[in-house]
């Protein structure tokens, strides 16, 4: 998905007013060139698994000129190129609760980056970077 010439794991584009998208209960991983997750519309984010990404696990924001409100918990994000990236907000607000996420060993990035001035609730992560072996599923 999205239209830069990555392979996002699940895309929600932008101007999605009034969204009320749930991704809960995924494995999501091995996205040669893009994240696990690219969501750029108010979105529900939770009991996922995602490791392996070229890109960070999660990617928010890009949200143009929507007010958008990301939940993201419960989450286990491990082995990418970053946990949780918030970047490039658009005219409209965000409003991000992130919280009982587990990160470890997302490599060359922060676990949780958040770039822009927004409305955030950031409580009970767990981040390390001691590495973990990919699940068996």
């Not at 830069?4 to 794991?9: A, T």
């Not at 950031?122 to 699940?135: E, G, M, Q, R, Y």
Request: proline letters at 1%; hydrophobic letters at 30%.
């Amino acid at each position: 998905g999205g239209g830069d010439g990555r392979s996002h794991g699940l895309y929600h584009d932008h101007s999605q007013a009034n969204s009320t998208l749930k991704i809960h209960d995924n494995v999501i991983s091995s996205n040669p060139r893009g994240a696990g997750i690219l969501a750029k519309s108010s979105t529900e984010i939770y009991n996922n698994t995602i490791f392996g990404n070229s890109n960070v696990g999660i990617s928010i924001g890009q949200n143009q000129g929507t007010n958008v409100t990301y939940k993201i918990y419960g989450n286990e994000i491990f082995n990418n190129n970053g946990g949780i990236m918030e970047h490039l907000k658009g005219a409209g607000s965000i409003t991000l609760s992130l919280y009982d996420n587990t990160f470890y060993n997302n490599n060359g990035r922060a676990a949780i980056n958040i770039a822009d001035s927004i409305k955030q609730t950031v409580t009970n992560n767990t981040i390390s970077s001691v590495s973990k072996a990919n699940p068996i599923i």
